[in-house]
């Protein structure tokens, strides 16, 4: 951490922020600029925050310098982490597809769905039971019910279930459920829902928040990670900007980014970054093309009629004309070197 | 509700959007165009998603014309809603003042801030003892502890209590001490937090997401007003944008505009809007000046050892002649008439 | 100017940043921290760009401590700029308010317009003869025709002209009539426009970009300071956000906090910032009670038949209004102490 | 253009709407709803802005359902546009790159990057000789001498040369030695340049605005082509948001979405993108992957001793490396169907 003091601080302003830091057990050297002081502070930083110093009289600026995550950091855990659920892994060089519907609606609509898109070659079975929605006037989603319908469907495909989880209290309901748990965007920083999946034992899927930052979306997995639970997969899926053409900004440099940073996973989720069906392929194949571990599909057998999300949600057809054209980019991934 | 239809969708896709609306209980007046064909639908617009259309075969864009929320718009209740809390008013024309500091820190912290605020004229007390962190390294809050120590200053000074929750679970905790509960910008989008604290009888002060829309706002007000809580107070505190010299961008045009869409009153909240202590009182006045029914501002006796938000915190002498200012600012707006 | 190198960077690599820098005539303080070095530059950097260093070999971060900009600083130059157009006055203290259309339609309209937004109290007089549109296909100005209306709406009524320039090609034909020369907001990052007003001796009114930090803001100021001509007047017309409900997001923030960094003048721009008439006078008188130097206002005698931006100017009749409003609230803050 | 009338509109307010429209040369149908009155516009709407309707009495929303560009809009233009300069061609299904340093430096250096970047299959030169900086102590460009160094190391490699202009005094300067002419970010909405360019025979490289919607970068095409100059060529290069990791946010879907709009052909520009080097390759293959029809790319020789944008640049190796990549993507592109 830096310190940068004012030009006109006083000396004892100086003084008292060398002490302040030596308290809080960091060591301190101290350069005289021509304008200003800078003082830089060594130890474990990451446990403080900038504002402790900001807030004192004489600071002008308060740069980090060490990063504010430690266990998420590629830093101090090198190798990538790979997670591995049943028969399926994310993380190991090989692609990962999560597909089904936004919500499951029927039995007979998530079983049919489960068995089409492991047909194209799908690992996961996504499917959302609990919904979150802008208006409290739309469907909810099912509850219980539809976890066990989720359940039916993975006892008949084996594939694992990605179900999301919106409160602490269903967390005993959910995880008896769900082989992997989302966070959705708007609980990224739900920082109860987050311990309370740390504390838990089974692998979290982070969807990053609407318009959180790379760090900030690094700091909710070290939340989960903090409570003991080191299976985190990110999601991107997409930021909100100025621009209101799609949905949202698929934010797709992350996925390079976030791979220095972090051993974690990440997922490319094409469907809401997009908002638009005939989008997704291409998208889709842009996001393996990048380097992501996998992808989150929409995939609805009858879109139009669909409870929500329709106009981003694949038909089983398209969907399985996508996971053609991702495997073969996948393949021809792996044909290429390594350019740096 | 208006559907546009693409400029080359076929006939049987208009009359299939018409049969569509009409299932759903809506009237349908059809007009074509040179280009394109458009259908306005007539009827309780509000209970349905744009999407339910917008992913239809031949259908271009759907705008909505109706307000999406109904219980919050003023349309539906011209009036202002006035909420009382013990012998404090919020949304009656007066000018309601909350202040404390960030965290609850010690009872002592907070029976003397408690005191400080209430000679300077604040009417609630605020103050944290759960506090979403975006670090998990970083002070969490007393929890009960900091309930009690808040109950204590209550009591000493009669000042009513305003606390934030963030999990369903501690909802009979928080409530049993809280007089008004606070949701948090983070959990803006908690539905199962906004439907929890709709079903209870305190009034809810709502802050605004990082980057929730208007609509999105009072979308969240009308999860709260659909569970049968009708006191809600909304706190706007600053979005996030590409400027990042403050910590937020205070968005004060949103008080007259938010007025004509809604009858709950709405607070300011230029602590976190800024960052900055020394920004505070200037901020403070504008909002007074464009009409907020109140704020909320950070006070700790010693901002440079405060456990959080110090840097946006006011000394007790310096909220005292904020709160001179804010209420010669309110009276001079009461001696001025309306212009439109 | 502070270099963090990486952690695992090279000893040589730190020597090469200390030699690049000695070079630049810069004085360097080495630091080594447990994870990585520090190196303070100290010197003229708001000469160098950051990138001089982040591109290095080794080097992680570089943050600037100086300011980069010099000229507007009010480190360097401590006192309030004060702009003198014929009798009218900005940065004194009193408040200054440009008032008229968005562009000058007629000889008859600017003539009448001028006149009542005198009586009323403006000290300038506003109207766009070149008129930045975002289509091709709107109303582009009347060019020199439309300066030649203002001037004659100028010699009747003695206010100044401000009015705006889009191209290097026309300065000489805009010098010739404006008293105030405006940069628009899609040209605040228009390098050539800036350094031919800045060779110029004509006051130059500077909006803030849709997008620009309020850095690179003064950057621009500091453009056309350092070509010779210091009167810059700033002024905020909101700024571009993923909030879409009013035209623009207003940061009104930025007058108290870029009244800390520099000496320059700012105006607030309601109508633009907000584009809805009904909202400009509370708008308005926020401004005035955080302090901005004036205020630019559209004003047209006929807004619903206006050729541009009719939904956000006022009729002379509430111009009248809000002016007697904006002078009494300063009135009433010049009779308020200081907090700070 | 569908006109919504507020709720409680007088019977008058609705007959001026169809009054006014039919005026303006448009046809009118009237929707009356349950709460509203919906006016559709019939005929050629794209000539007038939705402001004209907006700011009248009794209106309350104005939507536009064709849209506001023709001669960039794909529905007036199906086939794609093909950009033939010298032997290099654009948006005929091949892929082009265009490839040098951020700025022009000296003759030699121009000279030896045009070689290599050949050698490697650049079909394009680039090079700034008027560079556009934020601050105004940061080096400018060489100017004449630097279009002249171009010229020289064009004649030499026999690439067409791409280089950015500024002003348009600099038109004829510019485009005696240009084969493409940039326009820049940040002055994308300088429509005095759009202009000039657009009378020019020069094909135009339009870069995207920083905070620029995909409507207003279209209408900035169209500004061009409704000057008579049909050859433009977009090039998106990231945009502004509130994540400061990377240097700006790359829209990479706009491709498949711009795509659908218009008939011109698009370019992305992952240098300025991310601002580091190291993420380039990946992000360029990722748009070969999603159909983006070629690449801006910054080479240097000497990165860490560039001018300008060293950070972002690649040595001559990496570009190798890159095109060897990218041409590989762009076969297995080729190879794949199409999949809607």
Redesign the interface.
Known sequence: M?I?MQ?KCLEQDVEKMINKAEKMGL?V?H??????S?L?L??DT????T??F????GV??V?R??K??KLASR?FHPEDTIIKVKDAIIGDGNFAVMAGPCAVESEVQIVDTAKKVKESGALFLRGGAFK???????F?GHGENGLKYLKKASEITNLPIVTEI?????YDLVAEYADIIQIGA??M?????L?KVGKGNKPVLLKRG??A????WL?SA??IM??GNSEVILCERG????????RN?????V???VKQLTHLPILIDPSH??G????V???A???????ADGLMIEVHLD??N?L??????LKPK?FD??MK?VN??HE?NKS?GE??
Do not use: C
């Open positions: 830096v940068v030009s060591r050297k350069t005289e600029g021509k304008h200003q800078i830089g060594i130890g990451h446990l403080f925050e504002s402790v900001e807030k004192e009289q002008e600026k740069f310098v060490q504010p995550f830093d979150p929605r802008t208006s409290p006037y739309s909810q919106m409160d602490t209290e269903d708007r609980n920083q739900n920082f109860s829902l311990k609407l318009s930052t790379i760090e900030e700091m070290e939340y903090s409570e930021i909100r900007t100025f621009e209101k053409a799609l900004t698929l934010d797709l440099s996925v390079p980014y970054a997009t638009r069906w005939e989008l392929p291409s998208v194949q842009a996001a393996v093309a990048i380097g879109p139009e669909a929500s999300d329709g106009a981003q949600s398209v004309a996508l054209r073969k980019q021809f290429l350019i740096i």
